[in-house]
Nanobody
């Protein structure tokens, strides 16, 4: 069975850091584009980081310079390093694996990140 399991979320003070991980089973990450999304209360789910199968990363302006996405294909894992966290970063963070020729896109269940004093 396919599972994407996020970990690393929690409560952190403004200016702090967290490193999120998403480990997949039942699928292979290597050929897929991988992404992190977040959804805050009352807001739509938004893309916060993307990395191609070749390792090219992209970010929206809201997190650029603070967040870093990386991948380890041999560990079937995608990471999101978050630095200089702000209260507005508070959200549930979801990992996402893009479609390949023989499988649909896949989503994790999410991990809560709360940035608060």
């Amino acid at each position: 069975q396919v599972q994407l399991v996020e970990s690393g979320g929690g409560l952190v003070q403004p200016g702090g850091s967290l490193n999120l991980s998403c480990v997949a089973s039942g699928i292979i990450f290597a050929a897929r584009g991988l992404d992190w999304y977040r959804q805050a209360p009352g807001s739509e789910r938004e893309l916060v980081a993307a990395i191609s199968f070749a390792g090219r990363a992209s970010y929206p302006d809201s997190v650029k310079g603070r967040f870093t996405i990386s991948r380890d294909n041999f560990k079937n894992t995608v990471y999101l390093q978050m630095n200089s966290l702000k209260p507005e970063d508070t959200a549930v963070y979801y990992c996402h694996a893009g479609r390949v020729w023989n499988d649909r896109e896949r989503w994790g269940q999410g991990t809560q990140v709360t940035v608060s004093s």
